[in-house]
């Protein structure tokens, strides 16, 4: 204005114009994360802003501070890691075994270091024989230490076309965790989209619905299904 300088939004013209015509001397994101992560080239970013190398910004909620990283931790700081995990965190779980904590914490890690794995992951299975054990407490534990917030996953569609539309819905929207909910005992799960998509890297491609044009859009979440006594195809 003639008075001074005041901070807006830029239009939605400006914006689509961006997307359409993008300057080449705009740094490229990949992704907005609210906690640290490893860059793809094995350095932990912690300083909130942009970075350029690993195609990041950093904006941590407010009030969000994690103490110093040590670059090589001693024996005492990874007990104390572990025991924050599995003595304070995770304590309350009903875990059968070693082997089901192991697989809780490779899907509580997944998610802070997958941009160190060029390649697909395979989909965590949280079962139990009953409702009521937790399965789904357990994701938002992942999903509130990766994001701040609990994830919604929703039940897995009976048609095949209508899986492939939620697959490719949920890795648009670039939540780090897509969760397909409610794997059934009655029924196996037999899909060839499922199957397909966990195997696609570093892009998922599909038909755009409602269009003969196809999309692309990447594929690094950490894929989580949830069921009681889920009955799995072999593929799957």
């Known amino acids: 204005t ?16 961006m997307l359409d015509i993008p300057d080449d001397a705009l740094a490229a994101l990949d992704d907005i994360v609210a906690t640290p992560v490893f860059a793809p080239d094995g350095s932990l970013v912690e300083t909130p ?36 995990l599995f003595e304070e965190l995770l304590c309350d779980f009903p875990f ?16 802070f270091v997958r941009r160190l794995i060029r390649g697909p992951t395979p989909i965590h299975l949280f079962e139990a024989p009953a409702e009521g054990s937790g399965k789904n407490l357990l994701v938002n534990v992942v999903s509130i ?3 701040g917030a609990a994830v919604t996953g929703g039940s897995i ?27 059934e005992t009655k029924k196996r799960l037999d899909s060839s989209a499922i199957a397909s998509a966990t195997t696609m890297w570093p892009d998922w491609t599909d038909r755009l619905l409602g269009h003969n044009k196809t999309f692309s859009v990447p594929n690094d979440v950490l894929w989580v299904l949830t069921g009681n006594n ?7």
Request: without cysteine.
């Open 96 to 111: 059968v075994d070693d082997s089901a904590r192991a697989h809780m914490l490779a899907a509580l890690l997944l998610p």
């Open 230 to 236: 889920p009955r799995l195809s072999r593929e799957i």
């Open 145 to 147: 230490l990766v994001t």
């Open 157 to 183: 569609p009976e048609d095949e076309d209508e899986i492939r539309k939620k697959i490719g819905a949920e890795l648009a929207s670039g939540r780090p965790l897509l969760v397909l909910d409610n794997a």
């Open 49 to 84: 802003g942009h970075h350029a190398g690993a195609r990041l910004w950093y904006e941590p909620p407010p009030g969000f501070k994690v103490p110093a990283v040590p670059e090589r931790p001693t024996e005492a700081d990874v007990a104390a890691a572990r025991a924050l």
């Open 2 to 17: 003639a008075e001074a300088d005041i901070r807006v939004f830029p239009s939605k013209d400006d914006a689509r114009a």
